[in-house]
């Protein structure tokens, strides 16, 4: 079974500033991939980036990068330059035995 | 590519009535997916196919839940004798492989039992 941890309900950005969403998992599987999804409000969940677990490397995705420490289970997404556009609710997954299991989600602000 | 379409958008019911959403997958995926999101929480897996069998279904969340996807395009989603507990989005996604299944969503209906 999986479960997947967002311990931050609301995070708050300037615009043009750095924001780094955390987020937890634990898994049983030895090879699972790793996902931050983005839901605007009212509009439907797009994917931002992906990580395959047994990649030592980090994804990178234009403004959107992350930091995954396997050993920690632990995978937080970095948002450089926060835009307006930006602001969404954020979810971590982890997909194993092809379901996605996603975390309760982070409503990111970015101000202006 | 059109995206995956979903429909209705938005669904209000009786408790006790059936209620029944669709789902139109992007057109050269074979996996199909439902999801339940319920308010301020990320999503729940339901169940998915691959075109026109049901891979995984133990995690609907009764016998009040089925899904079918007869011939491996669309796929339907029925709640029986719905709850004001049934009260939430019902998001569908789809994939093909392409080294990975990435699964791509639709815009959800939300249900809303009274």
């Known amino acids: 079974a999986q479960t997947v941890t967002q311990s931050q309900p609301e995070m708050s950005v300037q615009e043009a500033e750095t924001v780094t969403l955390s987020c937890t998992y634990d898994t049983s599987e030895s090879d699972y991939y790793l996902f931050w999804y983005k839901q605007p409000p009212s509009r439907q969940m797009i994917l931002v980036i992906r990580q395959e677990a047994y990649k030592q490397q980090n994804a990178t995705e234009n403004r959107f990068s992350v930091n995954f420490q396997k050993a920690a289970k632990s995978f937080s997404l970095k948002i450089s330059d926060s835009q307006l556009g930006d602001a969404a609710m954020y979810f971590c997954?982890?997909?194993?035995?092809?379901?996605?299991?996603f975390g309760g989600g982070t409503r990111l602000m970015v101000k202006p | 590519d059109t995206g995956v379409s979903q429909n209705p958008r938005h669904k209000i019911t009786k408790r006790g009535q059936n209620v029944t959403f669709r789902c139109d997958p992007i057109s050269e995926h074979n996996r199909l997916y439902w999801y339940r999101q319920t308010l301020g929480q990320g999503p729940e897996f339901l169940t998915y196919f691959q075109n026109e069998a049901q891979l995984e279904k133990s995690r609907l969340l009764s016998d009040r839940f089925s899904a079918e996807r007869p011939k491996g395009s669309f796929s339907t989603l029925e709640i029986q004798r719905t709850e004001q507990g049934d009260s939430a989005m019902y998001l569908c996604?789809?994939?093909?492989?392409?080294?990975?299944?990435?699964?791509?969503f639709g815009p959800g209906t939300r249900l809303t039992v009274t």
């Open positions: 997954a982890t997909e194993a035995g092809n379901m996605l299991t």
């Open positions: 996604a789809s994939s093909f492989y392409r080294g990975h299944y990435e699964q791509y």
